[in-house]
Nanobody
Framework: QVQLVESGGGLVQPGGSLRLSCAAS????????MGWYRQALGKQRELVAA???????NYADSVKGRFTISRDNAKKTVYLQMSSLKPEDTAVYYC??????????????WGQGTQVTVSS
């Protein structure tokens, strides 16, 4: 059974930094694109950043220059380094990955979500 487990959320003051991690586990053959989404209260879930297996990245305009996504393929882990945080970054952050399991079934997986609150 494949799982994505996130960690690293919390409360931070405006201008501060946080690092989110998301580790995949289970019977995994290969992991394609990994990414982070967020959903603020009353809003739709939106893509924050994504990284391909080869390391190509893309970011939402609202986080460019402040957030950095990276991944460690050997550890099956994706990270989101968030800096210069703003109150509008407050949301539940979800990890997402396209995973080919050992049975060669490809599907999207989601983490359980981690709360990030930016407030003074």
């Amino acid at each position: 059974q494949v799982q994505l487990v996130e960690s690293g959320g919390g409360l931070v003051q405006p201008g501060g930094s946080l690092r989110l991690s998301c580790a995949a586990s289970g019977r995994i053959f290969n992991i394609n694109t990994m990414g982070w989404y967020r959903q603020a209260l009353g809003k739709q879930r939106e893509l924050v950043a994504a990284v391909t297996r080869g390391g190509s990245t893309n970011y939402a305009d609202s986080v460019k220059g402040r957030f950095t996504i990276s991944r460690d393929n050997a550890k099956k882990t994706v990270y989101l380094q968030m800096s210069s945080l703003k109150p509008e970054d407050t949301a539940v952050y979800y990890c997402n990955a396209g995973i080919l399991d050992s049975g060669l079934s490809l599907r999207d997986y989601w983490g359980q979500g981690t709360q990030v609150t930016v407030s003074s």
